[in-house]
């Protein structure tokens, strides 16, 4: 096995031994389907605002699985990594220390592949909805998403100056995007300003594109080139700022 193959093993090990990490990417977002789309799915199917919620709901909990290991997961790994000096002593061997990185964004990744999908099949039994019907759109708001998502994580492991901190910067950071993605306040009801804001925010731009495949329509240019935007200039950040020790 190469050096990467083996850290990514080691990773993932890492990773199922942790049961909150797992309740993030798999439980949760399942969780929050059933407790807001379960009463739904009974009301009447003359509810106007049905099918808008039908497709808000899955599109916030696949955002959500993203999100905790982007702000949560990652960051609080790589803080962890740091403080203990084993990226140091990782760049005295042969393996350097940006393969452990690749392995994190890797694992979590795949992780985050593994839960949508599981988020995708919870929606089709258990909420008796269809599979994206913009299949193509559907992956490509996701994977902008996750791109997104990932290099804010990566900007705040670098940024933050201990495991600690990073464990409170993501949070920090999470709670506002969520609510800037409508989970507690619709963005119709958000003041003019705020819902322009929130509508190219990464949480908000991930949900709403990620919906509007969900539901067969094309996803909007603007919230792609945001998203995309927001990728490049987090990860050149985060590649620019990253501290090995």
């Not at 797992?22 to 009463?39: D, E, K, Y």
């Not at 039994?125 to 996701?142: C, E, R, T």
Request: hydrophobic share 60%; aromatic share 8%; charged share 10%.
């Amino acid at each position: 096995m190469s050096a990467l193959s083996k850290l990514i093993a080691v990773e993932t090990k890492l990773f199922l031994r942790e049961p909150v990490s797992l309740f993030f990417v798999f439980a949760l977002p399942i969780g929050l389907m059933l407790v807001f789309g379960l009463p739904q799915r009974a009301g009447t199917a003359a509810d106007t605002g049905q099918h808008a919620e039908q497709t808000f709901l899955p599109s916030l909990a696949l955002a959500l699985t993203i999100g905790m290991l982007a702000l949560f997961t990652l960051p609080m790994a790589l803080g962890i990594y740091r403080e203990r000096r084993i990226l140091r002593r990782l760049a005295t061997t042969p393996v350097q220390p940006a393969l452990l990185l690749v392995a994190q964004v890797v694992v979590n990744l795949v992780m985050g592949v593994l839960g949508a999908v599981v988020t995708s099949i919870a929606v089709r039994f258990l909420l008796d909805q269809p599979a994206p019907a913009n299949l193509p759109g559907f992956v490509l708001a996701f994977l902008l998403g996750v791109a997104c998502l990932f290099a804010v994580g990566l900007l705040i492991a670098a940024l933050a100056p201990s495991a600690r901190a990073a464990q409170s910067i993501g949070p920090a950071l999470f709670f506002p995007l969520l609510f800037l993605a409508g989970a507690w306040l619709p963005r119709d009801r958000m003041p003019g300003a705020l819902a322009a804001v929130a509508d190219y925010s990464p949480l908000g731009a991930t949900v709403d594109t990620i919906g509007a495949a969900w539901a067969g329509a094309d996803p909007e240019l603007p919230q792609l080139i945001a998203l995309a935007v927001t990728a490049a200039v987090a990860a050149l950040g985060a590649t620019r700022f990253f501290r090995w020790e």
